[in-house]
């Protein structure tokens, strides 16, 4: 779905956050936008997890920090339902909770936002990840991963058995969404059409089951295809 599509579709948004306040001011926010719509409000992750089920929403606006399931266990509950595979996680958190960004990614989330973001970025935001997008860059995502992966050794790359799917083109194409290229960027690089490149990542999300770039990123360091810090 382009991005065009996704803006002429009604898109249903549900909040997970243990705070009303912040439940009733996005919910306000959301509402008040044409073509949106939010079906669904839960208090802790756990009930996230059984709206969610229930709801099917499109997009679940998911605090980190919650009481009886936090918010990375509820994303990575519902990322895993395949009877979810419709639904998008964005993770709703501060600058101060970088790992807990990376973990959430790790379990299946298409992104993040700040708590402080403006009305219309938030918007944006929805509609980016409703599309099919990472609400994350790959840079961004590997300077998270920079910081809180250990580095595989260089001379005893193992690839696991995901990795082991993918072609050769396939593995050159993850090296390459890993150090932040384009669809665009790829092509160039490999002299093949933007189209090309974008199928291959997108079969290569299927191969290894991953939502969006920013987990192929993930996938391209934690395998040790690329070691964090290098270029």
């Not at 944006?124 to 990840?129: D, E, F, G, R, S």
């Not at 250990?150 to 995901?162: F, G, N, V």
């Amino acid at each position: 779905m382009d991005v065009a599509e996704g803006r002429n579709h009604m898109i249903t948004v549900m909040l997970a956050d243990d705070q009303a306040l912040i439940r009733t001011a996005v919910a306000e926010l959301v509402s008040h936008e044409p073509g949106f719509s939010v079906i669904g409000q839960a208090a802790d992750g756990r009930e996230a997890v059984a709206m969610a089920r229930e709801l099917r929403p499109d997009i679940v606006l998911m605090d980190i920090r919650m009481p009886v399931m936090d918010g990375i266990q509820a994303t990575a509950a519902i990322c895993a339902d395949p009877q979810m595979a419709g639904t998008r996680v964005v993770i709703l958190t501060t600058f101060e909770e970088d790992e807990f960004v990376l973990q959430a990614l790790r379990a299946g989330a298409s992104g993040f936002i700040g708590k402080g973001t403006e009305a219309g970025d938030l918007m944006n935001a929805i509609h980016t990840v409703h599309a099919g997008d990472a609400l994350l860059s790959p840079r961004a995502t590997k300077a998270l991963i920079d910081r809180y992966v250990t580095p595989a050794s260089k001379s005893a790359i193992l690839i696991p058995d995901e990795l082991a799917l993918l072609t050769d083109r396939e593995r050159e194409i993850l090296l390459l969404v890993g150090r932040g290229h384009s669809n665009a960027a790829i092509a160039a690089d490999l002299v093949i059409s933007p189209q090309t490149a974008k199928t291959h990542v997108n079969r290569m999300m299927s191969k290894l089951g991953a939502h969006d770039r920013a987990q192929l990123v993930i996938a391209a360091y934690e395998s040790g295809l690329l070691v964090p810090g290098s270029a």
